[in-house]
């Protein structure tokens, strides 16, 4: 069924039910998602209970300005952030920064970027779920985390950047024990 | 390469990369709890959890009847007494007795039978729950403080309150309970509702 009607089925009868479909159509993505942000299964249940508690507060008032799943991606966006206190990153994007990223990543198996992504700072690992992983664009991005579109981008070079690194390390380090 | 874009290799790596994840059950259970404490959402029984439900009673009652556990139904846990509430005035107790005529059949048969009676009598919209009873009883009588066992001859091996329109409904349900059909009895008795109490 699609969202709204989902939605709307939920706001007429507010009946559990409703609910578990709503939830259940939604949450395996949003908790794989928690699970990469917080690297932590507790902190993800604790997170997803949270995000769903505050989003059906708010779900009459929702405007469906975007899609459903980005709304709640930002709310659980949110709650992480205010959780882990991190402070924002705000390094404009530079024409030199181009050059650092060189590495590739293309001799990694998924395991390998599982890994590399779960060694990133909060910060990076955030960009690199929604744009890489998620499919966001900066402006998207820019929106959900009330940072600007040139924040997100630099997030996003620094972290490929150490992303290349680790995986670039995890690599060589793979071939000198061959 | 430029770090504004990812590889085709790079591109395939992520994408390979696992989406979805179903959190615990117990999370979803949580979550129902506090929606539920907050009045944001409203307790209701799907056919889909009453059907679960059913096989759990069903699984009880074949415990204390066949004296068999029936592992597969109870995996759900589910507790029978919160998910009906019988409204008084049209209530009515189906007591389940047997005796040495009683003959339990086969286990997984008897399940099947106990479970599409009770998804049929929700179907027809009469709301219907049991309790699980334990082999075993005390019996006190006036005047002595002597403890007898249950009587042999009557034993009282569960219940189920089902919500009817009238009483006529309430036995049309009864006697279509397998109970009777292995040599066991069902006694149907209306609640008693005193006006003003």
């Known amino acids: 069924m699609e969202d709204q009607k989902l939605v709307h089925e939920f706001l007429k009868s507010r009946s559990e039910s409703a609910f578990l479909e709503l939830y259940r159509s939604k949450t395996p993505h949003l908790y794989r998602m928690a699970l990469r942000l917080t690297q932590d299964e507790y902190q993800s249940e604790e997170l997803i209970q949270e995000m769903w508690v505050i989003a059906i507060r708010k779900l009459a008032d929702f405007e469906w300005r975007s899609e459903l799943k980005t709304w709640l991606i930002g709310i659980l966006i949110n709650l992480s952030r205010s959780k882990r206190k991190e402070k924002e990153l705000s390094i404009e994007v530079t024409a030199e920064m181009a050059q650092e990223a060189s590495m590739e990543m293309s001799f990694a198996s998924a395991h390998d970027l599982e890994n590399g992504i779960s060694d990133l700072p909060p910060g990076y690992r955030q960009i690199i779920i929604l744009h890489d992983i998620e499919g966001y664009k900066h402006k998207e991005i820019a929106d959900l985390l009330d940072i600007t579109e040139g924040t997100s981008k630099s997030q996003l070079f620094y972290a490929r950047k150490a992303l290349r690194e680790y995986l670039s390390e995890d690599t060589s380090k793979g071939k000198s024990h061959e | ?197």
Do not use: C
Request: aromatic share 8%.
């Open chain 2, 1 to 197: 390469m430029s770090e504004e874009h990812l590889s085709e290799a790079e591109k395939k790596l992520f994408q390979a990369l696992e989406k979805e994840k179903a959190p615990p059950k117990h999370v979803e259970k949580n979550i129902l709890t506090q929606l539920e404490q907050e009045d944001l959402i409203k307790k209701t029984i799907t056919m889909n959890n009453y059907v679960k439900w059913v096989a759990s009673l069903a699984a009880s009652i074949l415990l204390f009847m066949g004296g068999m556990y029936y592992e597969r139904a109870n995996s759900e846990n589910l507790n029978i007494n919160e998910m009906v509430e019988i409204e008084p005035t049209k209530g009515y107790m189906l007591l389940l007795h047997e005796d040495a005529n009683f003959a339990p059949g086969d286990p997984m048969a008897m399940f099947e039978e106990y479970k599409s009676w009770m998804e049929n009598t929700f179907s027809r919209g009469v709301k219907i729950t049991g309790q699980e009873l334990k082999q075993e009883a005390t019996l006190i009588k006036s005047g002595t403080e002597e403890v007898f066992p249950e009587d042999a001859e009557k034993k009282t091996t569960g219940y189920f309150l089902v919500e009817a329109g009238s009483m006529e409904e309430a036995i049309a349900v009864a006697k279509e309970n397998p109970h009777v059909k292995y040599g066991g009895s069902v006694e149907v008795k209306p609640f008693m509702v005193r006006e003003g109490m």
